[in-house]
């Protein structure tokens, strides 16, 4: 059988329904921003395999890191026990973090940083006394994972539809403006004593369509939880390590949270990890003689040693002089785009942040994720040998921050036909 057919007997494909799918596309090797399958094809990853893919395929440094690591210690069990690659990486991560941030939890994935988040900021209060500061405050078009916790804190919508009677209640906002940032202030000041937390993506909403909005207005909105006594979780699992200009989008506010998410590009998008880390006030709170103020979570990977040997050689190519460059660039790039398409018809909005552009199509009342456009699109650019992978009626470009200035012009060029033809 082919690699297909084999595929199809064995495996469930995530975000997929399996009764109508398309056959799946077998990759043999990557290089760079592009993707070779079995027959030689050739596919630009624009959209950085899921965003982690931020310094190209098979890095040569990274995988040199990993290769050298796997000789040495491959796992260790992390309770009780520490090891280098470990303790290096939170000492490099941590100065980098706006703020002060000084400690480092490590779990698996962009999801669990975010349950972990939670569960400190929960019992946070809950160790201190605060028995009803229970509530959470997030987005109304949130999205922050796909475990309990965090499909809780996302907006209502397809993806959490047959959970949504067991999930726990949250208090949802819209997106912060020059209209409504007063009301929301107000909201947030009459529900300090039962709000635990915000948590919040800043400046870019992902999975809802790439939603952006204003660094200032989130500033107010963290100013108001300080004041309040709420505390504040940025998820930068997407926005961060660069995505936005800058290495975290919380560089470009005044106020700073008092704990990140983080996973996708972490380790360049070689392998899962995620971190969560806090401020010494948060672990302060669990510092006790009583055992029962331990925060008691954990994974069987936790602070995987070839996982955090990848991070460190993410972090070498992140920190160098060209990749701050080459992120410049597309910025550049991107924004040269926006201004020659934004005026087209079938173009009904166009957002632009750091490497991030997102292009909303004209398809009347229907923008739902499941708008029949998506496929339609996704196999247009497809067969042109870019990978674009849709929400709904958006597309957008998220690329490997290697892509030439000639690539950047193919697809573009590619979305300008695809404006004219579909």
């Not at 004041?227 to 506010?253: H, K, P």
């Not at 004209?362 to 990978?387: A, E, V």
Request: proline share 4%.
């Amino acid at each position: 059988m082919s690699l297909i057919e084999r595929d199809q007997k064995v495996i469930w494909h995530p975000y997929t329904q399996m009764k109508n799918a398309q056959q799946p596309i077998p990759i043999k090797r990557g290089e760079g921003v592009y993707l070779f399958d079995e027959d030689g094809n050739k596919y630009i990853d624009a959209v950085s395999s899921w965003w982690v893919n931020i310094h190209g395929h098979a890095h040569p440094h990274i995988a040199q890191k990993v290769a050298k690591q796997l000789t040495e210690l491959e796992h260790v069990i992390f309770a009780g026990f520490t090891h280098e690659p470990a303790v290096q990486l939170a000492e490099r991560l941590l100065p980098l973090l706006p703020g002060k941030q000084e400690k480092v939890f490590y779990t698996d994935n962009g999801s669990t940083a975010v349950e972990v988040a939670l569960k400190m900021c929960l019992q946070y209060w809950s160790n201190s006394g605060h028995t009803k500061k229970t509530k959470i405050l997030a987005f109304k078009d949130a999205y922050h994972g796909d475990t309990f916790g965090a499909m809780s804190v996302s907006g209502r919508s397809i993806f959490t539809n047959p959970f949504n009677e067991l999930l726990f209640d949250v208090e949802f906002i819209d997106l912060p403006n020059a209209g409504n940032i007063e009301n929301l202030k107000s909201q947030i000041s009459n529900l300090k004593s039962q709000l635990c937390c915000f948590i919040f993506e800043p400046l870019i909403l992902g999975a809802s369509g790439m939603l952006m909005y204003e660094a200032k207005y989130l500033d107010e909105l963290l100013a108001a939880c300080k004041a309040n006594d709420i505390l504040t979780i940025a998820d930068e699992v997407m926005t961060g390590f660069g995505r936005t200009g800058t290495y975290f989008a919380c560089e470009q506010l005044s106020n700073n949270p008092d704990i990140f998410c983080l996973s996708k590009g972490l380790t360049g998008g070689t392998m899962p990890l995620g971190v969560t880390t806090c401020n010494h006030k948060i672990f302060e709170a669990f510092l006790s003689e009583d055992k029962l103020k331990t925060l008691y979570h954990g994974h069987s990977f936790t602070a995987n040693p070839v996982a955090c040997a990848a991070s460190l050689a993410s972090l070498d190519i992140l920190l160098a002089p060209e990749t701050l460059a080459n992120i410049k660039r597309i910025e550049n790039q991107h924004q040269q785009f926006f201004k020659q398409i934004e005026k087209h018809p079938k173009v009904k909005t166009i957002r632009q942040t750091g490497t991030i552009i997102a292009i909303e199509w004209q398809t009347g009342d229907d923008t739902s994720y499941l708008n029949g456009l998506r496929d339609q699109l996704y196999n247009y650019f497809l067969n042109k040998g870019i990978i674009l992978r849709p929400l709904g009626n958006i597309i957008y470009i998220l690329p490997p921050y290697v892509i030439s200035n000639d690539d950047l012009a193919y697809i573009y060029n590619s979305i300008q036909q695809a404006l004219e033809e579909i």
